[in-house]
T-cell receptor, first 111, second 113 residues
Framework: DAKTTQPPSMDCAEGRAANLPCNHSTISGNEYVYWYRQIHSQGPQYIIHGLKNNETNEMASLIITEDRKSSTLILPHATLRDTAVYYCIVRVPNTGNQFYFGTGTSLTVIP | NAGVMQNPRHLVRRRGQEARLRCSPVKGHSHVYWYRQLPEEGLKFMVYLQKENIIDESGMPKERFSAEFPKEGPSILRIQQVVRGDSAAYFC???????????FGPGTRLTVL
């Protein structure tokens, strides 16, 4: 079972920031939030992950609320190549090392 | 610095044949994972292996599916007596240590006629 809830689809204008929300209200204290994306049926691509502090890398920023029940992935300047399905994943403890992929958010960047 | 490699990229089999999917992890990675993605669905975990050991196979169908990761060579996902419902994209991922992010290969698309 996926432990996250994401909107099924979103649009974003090219050049604008894309803000993708994720709810994970049952997250436990030692679970990280991971974001991956899948471009047109290619292999999923790691984007970013975090525990409780905001994180930023060359691809995106991750904002996690103080209560850790939700997070937002921010693509600061969306391009057409960012059109993809974005998966928010919470690693479930004591279940080995698997990731649970839900249905994700299909982001379409519009020219 | 090669990433995860999978071959073949596309595989067509007739019902009842065997399918063998290969995965070479990132050099130095000793943890390998297999996922299956049915059309219009998210990825579903199948199995997690370390060198020569199956650690978690909770997502593997009980029959016809097997996986190995020998000391030398790639990881192999084997599907015996394939059926049409096995048609899917099969992704392999690897990681260097436990609980690290996983790096995915391009996938093998299996079509069963």
């Amino acid at each position: 079972d996926a432990k996250t809830t994401q909107p099924p689809s979103m649009d974003c204008a090219e050049g604008r920031a894309a803000n993708l929300p994720c709810n994970h209200s049952t997250i436990s204290g030692n679970e990280y939030v991971y974001w991956y994306r899948q471009i047109h049926s290619q292999g999923p691509q790691y984007i970013i992950h975090g525990l409780k502090n905001n994180e930023t890398n060359e691809m995106a920023s991750l904002i996690i609320t103080e209560d850790r029940k939700s997070s937002t992935l921010i693509l600061p300047h969306a391009t057409l190549r960012d059109t993809a399905v974005y998966y928010c994943i919470v690693r479930v403890p004591n279940t080995g090392n698997q990731f649970y992929f839900g249905t994700g958010t299909s982001l379409t960047v519009i020219p | 610095n090669a990433g995860v490699m999978q071959n073949p990229r596309h595989l067509v089999r007739r019902r009842g044949q065997e399918a063998r999917l290969r995965c070479s992890p990132v050099k130095g990675h000793s943890h390998v994972y297999w996922y299956r993605q049915l059309p219009e669905e998210g990825l579903k975990f199948m199995v997690y292996l370390q060198k020569e050991n199956i650690i978690d196979e909770s997502g593997m169908p009980k029959e016809r599916f097997s996986a190995e990761f020998p000391k030398e060579g790639p990881s192999i996902l084997r599907i015996q007596q394939v059926v049409r419902g096995d048609s899917a994209a099969y992704f392999c991922a690897s990681s260097p240590i436990l609980y690290n992010e996983q790096f995915f290969g391009p996938g093998t698309r299996l079509t069963v006629l």
